[in-house]
C-alpha cells in the first residue's frame, strides 16, 4: 500500500473525535474527524492493512466528507464496495472494517458533544 495514492490518509493531532478498531483479519483502521456544524469539515484514516484495507478505507473517508453527521450515518460497507467493483470476496471484510471505524468516530462525535 503507497499512502500517497490516498488523500485521506493520515492522522490528526486534535480531532472532534476518533476510533480505531482491530479487524477480523488483525488489521487496524482508524478515522479521525472534525466538524463545522455537525457537518464532516476534514477526514482521515489511518491502516496498517493490506492494499484494499486503505483502498476501503480511502473511499469510505471520500463518502463521508463534507455530509452532515445524519447522512455520514448512512455510510455502509455496501456503498463502499459499490464504489470499488473490483473488491475481491475474500477483502469485503476490509469494507465492513471501514464503516464500522467511521461508523464508531460518528459516535465518538456524538457522545463527546452529548457530555459537552
Ligand atoms: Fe485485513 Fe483488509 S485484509 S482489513
Redo the contacts with the bound molecule.
Keep these: 500500500m503507497d499512502p500517497s495514492d490516498f488523500q485521506h490518509f493520515g492522522r490528526l493531532n486534535d480531532p472532534d473525535s476518533c476510533a480505531a478498531i482491530k479487524?477480523?483479519?488483525?488489521?487496524e483502521?482508524e478515522f479521525y474527524l472534525v466538524f463545522r456544524n455537525d457537518c464532516i469539515h476534514d477526514v482521515r484514516f489511518y491502516?496498517d492493512?493490506?492494499e484494499?484495507?486503505g483502498i476501503?478505507g480511502e473511499t469510505a473517508a471520500k463518502l463521508a466528507a463534507g455530509r452532515h453527521i445524519d447522512d455520514a450515518m448512512g455510510v455502509s460497507a455496501a456503498m463502499i464496495r459499490k464504489e470499488i467493483p473490483g473488491l475481491p470476496e475474500d477483502?469485503i471484510?476490509?469494507s465492513i472494517?471501514a464503516a464500522m471505524t467511521l461508523m464508531k468516530a460518528l459516535a465518538d462525535y456524538l457522545y463527546r458533544k452529548s457530555i459537552t
Excluded: I, S
Design positions: 479487524g477480523v483479519c488483525g488489521d483502521m491502516t492493512g493490506c484494499y484495507t476501503c477483502h471484510h476490509c472494517l
